[in-house]
Nanobody
Framework: EVRLLESGGGSVSAGGSLRLSCTASALADVTAVAWYRQTSDDECDLVSSITSEEITYYSDSVKGRFTIYFDNTKNTVTVQMTRLKVEDTAVYYC??????????????????????WGQGTQVTVSS
């Protein structure tokens, strides 16, 4: 079983930077890792993802500002967030091992979409 441990997040002023990390001992064995952020009570939007072949994806809202990458052990996936905006404020979830294609909008913590989820971490961007 893969246990995802999220770290990072916090509060920052608009224009600032934060880093989110997702760590698991078997992360290198999953097909992909994604970061979602909560947009409503139970809905999450896909922010960024990376496959085991290190193919990356970014939503239009974060393209050019966020960078996702594996560390050299492939046990940690980090998303470096720069030029943060107030609208980036959300709870961010790391999700690993998708059951199918990584949909842009899913129900948060849905194990039918991803087999493993992190606990969520708050990102707050103030104006």
């Amino acid at each position: 079983e893969v246990r995802l441990l999220e770290s990072g997040g916090g509060s920052v002023s608009a224009g600032g930077s934060l880093r989110l990390s997702c760590t698991a001992s078997a992360l290198a064995d999953v097909t992909a890792v994604a970061w979602y952020r909560q947009t409503s009570d139970d809905e999450c939007d896909l922010v960024s993802s990376i496959t085991s072949e290190e193919i990356t994806y970014y939503s239009d809202s974060v393209k050019g500002r966020f960078t996702i990458y594996f560390d050299n052990t492939k046990n940690t996936v980090t998303v470096q967030m720069t030029r943060l905006k107030v609208e980036d404020t959300a709870v961010y979830y790391c999700a690993a091992d998708p059951s199918a294609a990584m949909a842009p909008v899913i129900r948060c913590l849905d194990v039918d979409e991803f087999n493993y989820w992190g606990q969520g971490t708050q990102v707050t961007v103030s104006s």
